[in-house]
């Protein structure tokens, strides 16, 4: 389809709507909104001047897109899922601005989702239907439940360490068993030379991560880490731009070598879960990718 589609029964205010746009009966667009190419707006949808939309986007029956929200391409809004701009509103009190709302390349939000005001989704995250987003998602993670929480990696195989399930020779990150033993006066659980996989520079732990939050969500450029569960239990997602694989650190014994230029997110603590990570380098915040869309791209430079 070369030109937009406009319903008769659609009130389309706005000239800024791109090719191939379909925009179906009982929607309404104010002037000020932009719309791109090839997105459908299903019955019902009500859209506000300051709003942007990207090419390819689905936008299902009964949702209303307030001033401050930014959709991505190729995003999809399920049927009555809810955005929201003032965090504190009142009749009749505007405030002088509204929350800015943006909604990642690729993200899915499902049906009757609530999305809380200034909210960040991060690029090919799955919003579950009912969800109430309350925090920012990271990158690819799936979030389900009321306030949401992370419960996985959208598109990544799960697996377990200590079973016979591994992280394939091809991928970049792998896992490492370590020495234990075990008698009357405890465990005793040691990396020794023959199984650290680089000098350490430096260890820190992270502990007391509230039910359901996610840490992590970055790659580094030049360190290497290794991970290990020394309490608890949590979800180590592992994304080198081509794979991506969950793997359930259940215990001390084994450990996860992550090499430069690949993407963690840490989910799904149990109490009084503590990751110890070791690295390869002192700190250098320069050395940090924190932008999925940059990760992706210098990881799949070469390929």
């Known amino acids: 389809m070369s030109e937009r589609f406009i319903h008769p029964q659609a009130i389309c205010d706005t000239s800024s709507v791109g090719k191939g746009t379909r925009i179906w009966a009982f929607a309404h667009v104010l002037a000020g909104a932009q719309i791109g190419e090839n997105c459908n707006i299903c019955e019902g949808v009500f859209i506000e001047n300051d709003v942007i939309v990207g090419d390819d986007v689905t936008i299902k029956n009964g949702v209303q897109l307030w001033d401050g929200v930014r959709l991505g391409k190729s995003v999809f809004v399920g049927p009555n899922a809810t955005f929201s701009n003032d965090q504190f509103p009142r009749s009749k009190n505007r405030p002088e601005s509204f929350a800015r709302t943006t909604v990642a390349d690729d993200a899915s939000i499902g049906a009757n989702a609530t999305i809380l005001p200034g909210i960040q989704i991060g690029p090919a995250a799955m919003i579950g239907a009912g969800a109430v987003v309350i925090h920012d998602v990271p990158a690819r993670a799936v979030m389900a439940g009321n306030p949401a929480r992370m419960v996985g990696y959208a598109g990544a195989t799960k697996l377990q360490a200590g079973s016979d399930a591994d ?13 234990t033993n075990i008698d009357r006066r405890g465990r005793l659980t040691v990396s020794d030379k023959d199984r650290n996989p680089f000098p350490a520079k430096r260890f820190f732990m992270v502990q007391d991560v509230p039910n359901g939050d996610a840490r992590g969500s970055h790659a580094h ?31 001390a014994n084994v450990g996860i070598y992550v090499p430069p230029v690949v993407w963690s997110v840490q989910y799904g603590h149990t109490a009084g879960a503590i990751l110890l990570v070791t690295c390869s380098e002192s700190y250098d915040r320069d050395d940090y990718i924190s932008d999925y869309v940059e990760f992706s791209t210098l990881a799949n430079r070469d390929r």
């Not at 290497?224 to 239990?233: K, M, N, P, R, S």
């Open 221 to 251: 450029r030049s360190c290497e880490q290794f991970f290990v569960a020394v309490c608890g239990q949590m979800n180590v997602a592992l994304d080198d731009g081509k794979q991506a694989y969950v793997v359930r650190l259940v215990d």
């Open 167 to 179: 992280l394939p020779a091809s991928f970049a990150a792998h896992l490492i068993s370590l020495n």
